[in-house]
């Protein structure tokens, strides 16, 4: 069993039937993963946002050991983070300076026709977790 469908398995028992068959690709639980944060997002559910937000930071981490893995967590889900209001507000507390740093330019590509918006999360992200990253 590959990497990511044991660390899926074990943080995501309950939806395992969508990502433990071998013709599914990490991308069919990112996708789950990505409307499934929006919902616990509105309905509060911290300990599942743990999970969801846990998962992702260690896909970003496998960029040594599987650029595949790697790349499918940057533009199958937190690329889309910006998309919807209650992730957008949840990033500057969930997503992590190192990580924030290299996703960066997809905020600004996903929000390329609303500025405004990019520039405020830069400026939420710097203040709350003391960081200086430029516009």
């Known amino acids: 069993m590959s990497a990511w469908r044991k660390k899926a398995l074990e943080?995501?028992?309950d939806i395992r039937f969508t990502f433990l068959h071998g013709d599914e690709n990490i991308y069919s639980l990112i996708f789950q993963l990505r409307r499934r944060v929006i919902q616990s997002h509105k309905n509060n559910d911290i300990e599942d946002l743990d999970k969801i937000y846990s998962y992702a930071e260690w896909c970003f981490n496998q960029e040594r050991r599987s650029y595949y893995i790697w790349n499918a967590i940057c533009v199958g889900f937190y690329e889309h983070l910006?998309?919807?209001e209650a992730t957008r507000k949840a990033i500057p507390?969930?997503?992590?300076?190192y990580i924030f740093e290299q996703v960066k330019p997809l905020f600004?590509?996903?929000?390329?026709?609303?500025?405004?918006v990019y520039k405020e999360l830069i400026e939420q992200?710097?203040?709350i977790n003391n960081t200086d990253f430029e516009c």
């Open 11 to 13: 943080l995501f028992y």
């Open 108 to 116: 600004k590509w996903i929000l390329n026709k609303n500025e405004e």
């Open 125 to 127: 992200y710097n203040k």
């Open 82 to 84: 910006v998309e919807e």
């Open 93 to 97: 507390y969930r997503v992590k300076p």
